[in-house]
């Protein structure tokens, strides 16, 4: 089973949890949907994403857990604490966590109880969770990061408590330092084995190397688009709890999403909203005509 948790800026989105289900511009956890714009916003465009990418597949629906939090941090956590206490009883395959405020006690508390359980989930991390891991030193309890550049830029910087402050200026960032940055990164003990760095050209990172670069189709419109990063991570997510090898998984899910962005056919003013609802065919197109 797959779960995926983070938090979503909607003021007053209570502690929000059930199935998950995509259709046209709703998203659907348990009995709440959202809709229109809320969407878009970064962990509810990757749960979209997972849901997509599982329909193609035929797999089960995901698990989801989501709570609003404007950056008071109270629903983040809310969100872990429930977390930690449900997560043996639910006993997912997969847990992604996107979106959350800099905490540290729930957080580690949580990576704990994941740690303790009989058979571990398969732990995925983006966004907020990704940084968070990061600055409690626990890089390396999760399996998979998903950064962009500025995020392997944090990575890569011992010393850099916030992205903020990286030793490298972020912007500057560009393809040829991604093998150095995720090596430096995996070497301090600040990445897992597995990472997808997001970017123009896509880079699968194993152990700190680079095991495989993905440029085709190449949609450069794509780029400003915001959200393209969180699908891809909902994608891997639900490629990895369908069962497929983690790097052959990464791999794909940075192909589904190049596809989905030139089925979409993007201009400067198209939105994820937009992007997500070709996810279907790319995935079907990517992995089943495949498999």
Do not use: W
């Not at 540290?104 to 989930?121: L, S």
């Not at 190397?209 to 190449?218: D, H, L, N, R, T």
């Not at 997510?237 to 940075?254: N, R």
């Not at 997500?276 to 495949?290: L, T």
Request: glycine content about 8%; aromatic content about 6%; charged content about 20%.
């Amino acid at each position: 089973m797959l779960l995926l948790a983070g938090t979503i800026p909607v003021e007053g989105l209570p502690l929000t949890y059930g199935r998950v289900s995509y259709l046209g511009d709703k998203l659907t956890i348990g009995d709440y949907t959202l809709e229109g714009q809320y969407v878009t916003l970064g962990t509810a465009a990757m749960i979209s994403a997972a849901s997509v990418v599982s329909q193609a597949l035929g797999a089960e629906d995901p698990l989801a857990f989501v709570i609003g939090d404007t950056g008071m941090g109270e629903g983040t956590v809310t969100l872990l604490k429930h977390l930690t206490d449900e997560l043996s009883a639910i006993k997912p395959s997969v847990v992604t966590l996107h979106y959350i405020l800099p905490t540290r006690d729930t957080f580690i508390n949580f990576v704990e109880a994941a740690h303790k359980m009989e058979k571990r989930p398969f732990m995925i991390a983006d966004a907020g969770a990704l940084l968070n891991a990061k600055a409690v030193k626990l890089a390396q309890k999760f399996d998979l990061f998903t950064p962009d550049p500025g995020e392997i830029s944090f990575l890569a910087d011992p010393d850099a408590a916030h992205p903020a402050y990286v030793q490298h200026f972020i912007f500057d960032v560009d393809q040829t330092e991604v093998p150095r940055l995720s090596q430096e990164a995996y070497a301090n003990g600040d990445a897992p084995k597995y990472m997808i760095v997001k970017a123009p050209i896509d880079h699968v990172i194993v152990d700190g190397q680079v095991a495989g670069v993905i440029k085709e189709p190449s949609v450069p419109a794509m780029e400003p688009i915001g959200g393209t990063g969180d699908t891809i991570t909902g994608e891997v997510s639900a490629l990895i709890a369908f069962g497929l090898p983690v790097v052959e998984a990464c791999t794909a899910a940075c192909k589904i999403n190049r596809v989905a962005g030139e089925l979409t056919k993007p201009n400067p003013a198209t939105t994820i909203a937009q992007f997500i609802p070709f996810i279907r065919e790319a995935a079907k197109k990517v992995v089943v005509a495949k498999g």
